[in-house]
């Protein structure tokens, strides 16, 4: 690793960590989330974490429940504006254009994987409706799937609920109240052999299986996270039926 390679991580990880420092009271105080194999989350090493995507608000959920500086793949839009494009950069975020084959973007991912960064990919592409949701039975594109192959990196599923909550003034409110859902699945590596349709079927089964074990878990269906799975059972039992959503 080339030594202005390493200070350009050091500098972002120390802003990352600032923020981490000054933003993370705000949610410790109005939530209790549920949070499922925290432990999965390895605390060195290239990992790729593929969350489900319902709300803006899953980012700053994420930085605040695991315990690891990530880097996340975000869309080119919000990096129009100099001062966002200045604040998400030093966030060690980066830029994706959805629009076209961005190879730059591959290979930055790459660069951060190789250096045992984790790297943060919504394989959804954007934020979801209900009924949009792989959790209904929608789809995403396996971009995901060949990066691991290529870059050897394990995937961890995630399934992220309910963070739509802090859309509301009162998930602010300092009473621990705000109750999101997270839960992280057994890493799994893309092997040579394995093509991109199965690896997607297999992240597909580990999300669904994450889903399942959150909804038995004990409390969950008061939650705000509980409501979003209710109408994404709704809208997959729908899908299965081939009836109007």
């Known amino acids: 690793m080339s030594g202005a390679s ?3 991580f050091l500098v972002s990880d120390w802003y990352y960590n ?3 420092f000054v933003c993370k009271p ?4 109005s939530s209790s989330p549920i949070v499922l194999h925290l432990n999965r989350i390895p605390h060195r090493g290239k990992v790729i974490l593929a969350p489900t995507h319902f709300s803006e608000y899953d980012v700053p959920c994420l930085m605040a429940v695991v315990r690891r500086n990530l880097d996340f793949v ?3 839009e919000l990096f129009v504006k100099p001062i966002l494009r200045w604040f998400f950069t030093n966030m060690n975020a980066f830029a994706l254009d959805r629009s076209r084959v961005d190879p730059a973007t591959t290979r930055t991912i790459l660069s951060r994987l190789a250096q045992n960064r984790a790297v943060v990919m919504f394989p959804e592409g ?3 409706q209900p009924h949009e949701s792989v959790l209904a039975g929608g789809s995403f594109k396996p971009a995901l799937t060949r990066i691991a192959r290529m870059s050897g990196a394990p995937i961890i599923p995630c399934v992220i609920l309910g963070t739509g909550a802090y859309t509301r003034l009162g998930g602010w409110l300092p009473l621990r109240a705000t109750r999101y859902a997270v839960a992280f699945g057994e890493p799994f590596s893309v092997s040579e052999s394995m093509d991109d349709d199965a690896a997607a079927r297999l ?3 580990r999300w669904h299986a994450l889903h399942e074990e959150l909804r038995r878990t004990p409390g969950f269906g008061k939650t705000a996270a509980g409501k979003l799975s209710r109408r994404l059972e709704h809208f997959a039992r729908a899908s299965a039926t081939g009836k109007p959503q």
């Open 203 to 205: 992240l597909r089964r």
């Open 74 to 76: 975000s869309i080119r």
């Open 126 to 128: 954007r934020l979801r």
């Open 18 to 20: 600032l923020v981490v």
């Open 26 to 29: 705000a949610f410790t105080i």
């Open 6 to 8: 390493t200070n350009s």
